[in-house]
């Protein structure tokens, strides 16, 4: 009892003394605090200069958790960044605003105390130091799982003008538009293309964020280029020669088709037959884009039905002679193909279906007792199935042959254009391993660049459309094709292959 007695007397002393030393008037707001007067804090050395009556709402400013300093009003920030945006952002970022760095941010307390006024030199550090964001429009790429790369734009238009006309390289705008409606383009009831589908595989999300202005993009040009590239910075050039082609330029760098050289240099082609002007300059550097666009066609085209070649011995011929006793005619079918395009490079090709239009015709060959069918008929078929040529003869300077591939199989099998003897079966640096066949008929064809060595010897006799090998890039190749062209078996004698097979249509672009 007498413990809690003495602690009450205390109490009361102790408020006593506080009347006595430390009185303060109603009139007085601020009350001198010589225990805290010329104390610093912060990067500006702001001095504490006495105590409030009443707390007050003051803003603690750090810098990557570093305290700079104690901002007096919230008012004159506001304006400060308001200013900053109209005189140093408003052109370049319209309908835009200014916030603070994320490596700056604020607290806001409640405190007695006084501090120096240093807005001012906050600000100009503030300034200085470039320690501002703008609101953007963000767009981010993101798989199944996650956001795994997001830019800034200036606004929504210029990337939607950039998105456009990016699809607008593999896909005609008005069929997106179209297909995204739901509709569709008429069924295919004649020769051409119509598209099915267009889809994106990233999921792509469009909303508002703030970002550092170097961080952001302002023109449809820098977007696009992003949208082709995304951060690959690295770029190959082509210096177009004299008497070269689009063809050309693609196929002698990595491969590329005429189509594709186009779509990287859209600012200087138009047109996959334009005629280019020796010195141009042309990027080679195919597109590395964060996104794939997926184009679904239809495609209806003619497709040749190889007629098949039937030997009958016949004693009445002398042996090692023979005899065409009917000529064999291929036929004609229409076919649907579904093929798929992903950023404009042929991924697959299905058959649908298929129309007879004209049924072949079989070759009848009598040949002598003890001999093989080794003359050619000079009816010549084309090395491959789904054939399409990638360069023609002469697409660059030098170029003396057709270079067929199959579209829907890159490493398909090699076939004999026609009946004959295989004379030679070899490997060089620049023709890889190839075959030549002579038809016995003052005509030998050349088949260069395949996977592996033919499995038929020198002496073997084929047959027309008889398997003689499989596509490949031996050699001096920029990808898997086989270089054909015919001869006469004199040094340097090449002859183009579109004058022994028909090529209307083949050039693939």
């Keep these: 009892m007498i413990k809690k007695i003495l602690a009450i ?5 102790a408020a006593v003394l506080l009347v006595v030393f430390f009185p303060f008037s109603k ?4 009350i001198s605090f010589s225990a805290t007067q010329g104390s610093v804090v ?21 810098e990557k958790g570093e305290f700079l300093g104690v901002l007096q009003s919230e008012e004159k920030l506001e304006k400060h960044l308001k200013e900053i ?19 700056i941010y604020l607290t806001e307390s409640q405190t007695p105390f006084l501090y120096s006024d240093k807005d001012e030199e906050i600000f100009r550090y503030l300034s200085e130091n470039h320690l501002y964001e703008l609101e953007a429009t963000a767009i981010s790429f993101a798989n199944e799982k996650e956001v795994y790369q997001r830019i800034f734009v200036a606004n929504e238009e210029i990337y939607q003008q950039a998105m456009d006309e990016f699809v607008s390289y ?6 997106v538009s179209m297909l995204n409606r739901g509709e569709e383009a008429s069924s295919l009831t004649t020769y051409g293309t119509r598209d099915t589908g267009v889809t994106i595989a990233q999921k792509l999300t469009i909303a508002k964020m703030f970002a550092k202005p170097e961080e952001i993009m302002k023109t449809k040009e820098e977007v696009l280029d992003f949208l082709k590239y995304g951060t690959n910075k690295e770029r190959e050039y082509y210096v177009v020669q004299k008497y070269d082609t689009l063809a050309g330029v693609g196929y002698r760098n990595h491969g590329l088709s005429a189509q594709q050289v186009m779509n990287i240099n859209r600012d200087k082609i138009s047109n996959v037959n334009q005629t280019l002007e020796e010195g141009m300059e042309l990027c080679v550097t195919y597109f590395t884009s964060p996104i794939e666009i997926t184009v679904t066609k239809e495609v209806m085209r003619e497709a040749p039905i190889y007629y098949r070649s039937t030997t009958v011995e016949d004693e009445t011929l002398l042996e090692g002679t023979s005899e065409v006793r009917q000529k064999g005619e291929d036929g004609l079918r229409s076919v649907l193909y579904e093929e798929t395009w992903v950023n404009g490079v042929l991924f697959n090709g299905v058959e649908k279906s298929s129309t007879v239009l004209e049924e072949p ?28 040529i990638t360069c023609p003869w002469g697409c660059y300077f030098g170029h003396r042959g057709v270079d067929f591939v199959n579209i829907y199989d890159a490493w398909a099998d090699v076939y ?56 490949g890039m031996t050699g001096l190749a920029t990808g898997p094709h086989v270089h054909f062209h015919f001869d006469d078996g ?15 249509g083949l050039v693939l672009y």
């Design 9 to 13: 007397l205390m109490c009361i002393m």
């Design 27 to 30: 009139q007085s707001k601020a």
């Design 42 to 62: 912060g990067k500006f050395n702001q001095k504490i200069e006495g105590i409030e009556k009443d707390a007050q709402r003051q803003y603690r400013v750090y």
């Design 85 to 103: 945006y109209r005189s140093r952002y408003q052109k370049d970022y319209p309908n835009s605003q200014v916030h603070l760095s994320e490596d």
């Design 170 to 175: 593999f896909n005609d705008l008005s069929s």
């Design 361 to 388: 015709r079989p070759e009848l060959i009598a040949v002598g007792t003890m001999s093989q069918p080794d003359v050619g008929t000079g009816n010549y078929r084309y090395p491959v199935d789904n054939a399409r």
């Design 416 to 471: 004999a254009a026609d009946n004959g003897v295989i004379v030679e079966n070899s490997y060089t640096g620049i023709n890889g391993n190839y075959v030549i066949i002579d038809h016995n008929n003052g005509v030998r064809s050349y088949y260069g660049h395949m996977r592996v060595p033919s499995e038929l010897p020198v002496g073997t006799v084929v047959q027309r459309g008889q398997v003689i090998g499989h596509i």
């Design 490 to 504: 004199v040094f340097d004698h090449y002859m183009d292959a579109c004058e022994f097979v028909d090529c209307e």
